[in-house]
């Protein structure tokens, strides 16, 4: 999962907009913060298209970023009922929009890297806490709970991110596995927390 340790961190002028701003889940009929959130527009093909930039043309409709939710939606043919028209729906579009926002998440990870805003590997990330206030800490969902909890004891306040794999963040870093990394706050970090929110609705089904 991606808990906050210490709450709600980065606190980024991006973060606290998407936070500040709501729409009303078509499922559920509640109103979230965008950040919780995935947007869907209709193709010109008719076809329900995720738009997890929100920069697509037309009007949105907006889903909590669940597996479940987004399975509703579908099996119950929602989607129609919203858009007040016929539309297609995609075979496994939770699944399709869970591997669109693993990737984004790893983009932005990828891009904070080349920036040097991230470091990757246990000795690294520990002189990476002393050295930063309040980084985002990435630890792998394969690693061994002792050593994730010796290393965020060394950290008073942070954001804890463990929903990917030791090889999906080693592709990241140019190694087989990594099991642990640590991300500088800055635009880049608080992009992949937005979307890593909307990722963990997707990956720890029932969650969000």
Not at 194 to 202: V, Y
């Amino acid at each position: 999962m991606c808990n906050r340790h210490r709450d709600n961190n980065p606190r980024s002028a991006l973060y606290e907009n998407r936070r500040s701003r709501e729409r009303r889940c078509f499922v559920s009929r509640k109103c979230h913060p965008t950040c919780d959130l995935v947007r869907f527009v209709i193709g010109p093909d008719k076809s329900i298209v995720p738009d997890l930039a929100e920069r697509l043309p037309g009007r949105g409709f907006w889903l909590l970023a669940s597996r479940e939710v987004v399975n509703t939606a579908c099996s119950k043919k929602l989607f129609s009922k919203a858009t007040g028209c016929a539309v297609t729906v995609m075979d496994n579009l939770a699944d399709n929009i869970e591997s669109q926002l693993s990737q984004r998440c790893l983009d932005w990870l990828g891009m904070a890297r080349r920036s040097g805003d991230a470091v990757a590997g246990y000795e690294k990330v520990k002189s990476f806490i002393r050295g930063n206030v309040d980084p985002i800490i990435l630890c792998a969902s394969d690693v061994a709970d002792g050593s994730q909890s010796k290393l965020i004891a060394k950290t008073r306040e942070a954001s804890v991110i463990n929903i990917f794999s030791s090889s999906e963040l080693g592709k990241i870093f140019g190694r087989q596995k990594t099991m642990f990394a640590a991300v500088r706050q800055r635009s880049l970090a608080s992009r992949m927390m937005i979307e890593t929110r909307r990722l963990e609705g997707f990956r720890n089904a029932g969650t969000a």
